[in-house]
């Protein structure tokens, strides 16, 4: 009567980013330049067992050397076709002192607008205006 079937379970190939946009007191943005993409915000995968907003912090220490506070959680980019969900936040610096990594080459605090322009990837500009633009939050965009 009927076959036996087996059911195999197969991970979830998901992955969850946590990335922040930090802003100092003079009005300036951070940013990394990384060996592949160019200049972004810090960010990267967030670990198990890892909250987002911790995964933040510690992605952009290890790749800015700069410590932050998170202000808020501003909004989420998924690139469906990769599987991946781009979680952002708003920061601004504690502490630390600006030091590059094997992630990123080159590491600053830029004015926003010079900023803007040096971001080359057109969903990581979109990142950064959607955070620094409240009335957008929180936002979910698909791409």
Request: glycine share 8%.
């Amino acid at each position: 009567m009927g076959q036996n079937t087996k059911h195999t379970y197969i991970p979830s190939k998901h992955f969850v980013s946590a990335a922040t946009i930090v802003i100092n007191e003079q009005n300036e943005i951070l940013l990394i330049r990384g060996p592949l993409r160019g200049w972004e915000m810090p960010g990267g995968i967030v670990e198990e067992g890892e909250s987002l907003k911790d995964a933040a912090i510690r992605e952009t220490v290890e790749e800015s050397g700069i410590e932050v506070e998170i202000i808020k959680f501003c909004g989420v980019f998924q690139n469906v076709k990769k599987s991946i969900c781009n979680t952002l936040f708003l920061a601004k610096p504690i502490g630390g002192k600006l030091t590059t990594s094997q992630e990123s080459l080159e590491v600053g605090f830029f004015p926003i607008e010079q900023a803007l322009k040096m971001i080359t990837i057109d969903n990581f500009r979109q990142r950064v205006e959607y955070c620094l633009d409240s009335s957008r939050q929180p936002f979910y965009v698909e791409f």
